[in-house]
């Protein structure tokens, strides 16, 4: 069954509005999880490192201000797409392993379609 | 950011036919990973390999670690019709849980 779980699985809204998107780990402790975007045929790129505790690390181009990330259970990510536009509109994925520091593999929830029109 | 290329980017087969893919890098990885995701869905881990030169099996699913640690194989032997997906192969390194995705194979049977 799954491991990640996501929600919403849809969004549409105006563009202007805010959009919170949850990640939970179900039955495990994930200290880190990763925030992913996948445009229409393309692969998946990731956004930002999500760390329980402390402030999200970012990838170069991503902009901090405009995807809010708090991960304030060790269950529990969010990502915000503050003041949304149509060219945020994308698939967004996020992923957790078991264990941080260890090369035990990702496993993904099954993403969030967000629609801006 | 960086990609891995797979190749071949789609694949048109029959039911019933083998199908080899492969991805490969510019530089090392200590750990390649492959996954499937159908439309919609995210991605669903298939096979992870841990080993240069480790050869790892589920099912009718093969993957290979290259042994130059740049690059990865991924075989399906007698696919079926659930095969049908876009299979991406992720490489990531000890101490560093990031993974970076291969472009994408599209796999479609042909009835």
Redesign the interface.
Known sequence: GAV?S?HPSRVICKSGTSVKIECRSLDFQAT?M?WYRQFPK?????MA?SNEGSKATY??GVEKDKFLINHASLTLSTLTVTSAHPEDSS?Y?C?A?YT??S?Q???????T?LSIL | GQQLNQSPQSMFIQEGEDVSMNCTSSSIFNTWLWYKQDPGEGPVLLIALYKAGELTSNGRLTAQFGITRKDSFLNISASIPSDVGIYFCAGSNFGNEKLTFGTGTRLTIIP
């Open positions: 990640v996501q880190t990763f393309q692969s998946l790129m990731l490192t990838e170069q698939f994925i992923s392993s941080t520091g090369n593999p990702q496993h993904f929830g099954d993403g379609r």
